[in-house]
């Protein structure tokens, strides 16, 4: 059974650093990655996803890279603003049967910028 | 193009009930899916519609079903209500599954 873990699960930081969320995954075997944001009280928005065959994604201030081999993803955050307070979550999607399975979610991390 | 739409947005239940939530996903979408979020287990996938057809299921008792309809709209469905059903359940969707998924806000069940 797929899990997910998340480290740290709670970060707060001054506006303008950098800094990088962590995502472990027991099971390599996976179709792709994806992080998210969520809002209190709103649904997910997804900010990157990373195919099984890639290593990293990049979009705006944010970098995801992915090892399968060891079942990690990390997620970096360029020049953080106060906007960036979120929970941010990380789900695997695996194999089942013939296609895609269901996405296996991580806890999430908390994170807080202070203006 | 308009978001994936979740009715209603808030619901406040009896043990014992049943209810029925409803998710409208982006349009030509074929591919939606349903989560439940609570404070304690996180986030955990419950099933999985395409073309009208369960492709995946999580692992939930069977009081939890769902369906999808022709033009791919999907409701679930909770039967016997327990107070560890409460929680924010989540629709997505996507053009096929496995890719990059469109969220709704979520329907919040309270049950009493």
């Known amino acids: 059974k797929q899990e997910v873990t998340q480290i740290p699960a709670a970060l707060s930081v001054p506006e303008g650093e950098n800094l990088v969320l962590n995502c472990s995954f027991t099971?390599?075997?996976?179709?792709?990655l994806q992080w998210f944001r969520q809002d209190p009280g709103k649904g997910l928005t997804s900010l990157l996803l990373?195919?099984?065959?890639?290593r990293e994604q990049t979009s705006g201030r944010l970098n995801a890279s992915l090892d399968k081999s060891s079942g990690r993803s990390t997620l970096y955050i360029a020049a953080s603003q106060p906007g960036d307070s979120a929970t941010y979550l990380c789900?695997?999607?695996?194999?089942?049967?013939?296609?895609?399975?269901?996405?296996?979610f991580g806890k999430g991390t908390h994170l807080i910028i202070q203006p | 193009k308009a978001g994936v739409t979740q009715t209603p947005r808030y619901l406040i239940k009896t043990r014992g009930q049943q209810v029925t939530l409803s998710c409208s996903p982006i349009s030509g979408h074929r591919s939606v899916s349903w989560y439940q979020q609570t404070p304690g287990q996180g986030l955990q996938f419950l099933f999985e519609?395409?073309?009208?057809?369960?492709?995946n299921k999580g692992n939930f008792p069977g009081r939890f079903s769902g369906r999808q309809f022709s033009n791919s709209r999907s409701e679930m469905n909770v039967s016997t209500l327990e107070l560890g059903d409460s929680a924010l359940y989540l629709c997505?969707?996507?053009?096929?599954?496995?890719?990059?998924?469109?969220f709704g806000s979520g329907t919040q069940l309270s049950v009493l």
């Open positions: 789900a695997v999607i695996g194999y089942s049967g013939g296609g895609a399975d269901g996405l296996t």
């Open positions: 099971d390599s075997a996976i179709y792709n």
């Open positions: 990373i195919q099984s065959s890639q």
């Open positions: 519609y395409f073309s009208e057809t369960q492709r």
């Open positions: 997505a969707s996507s053009p096929r599954g496995g890719e990059k998924l469109f």
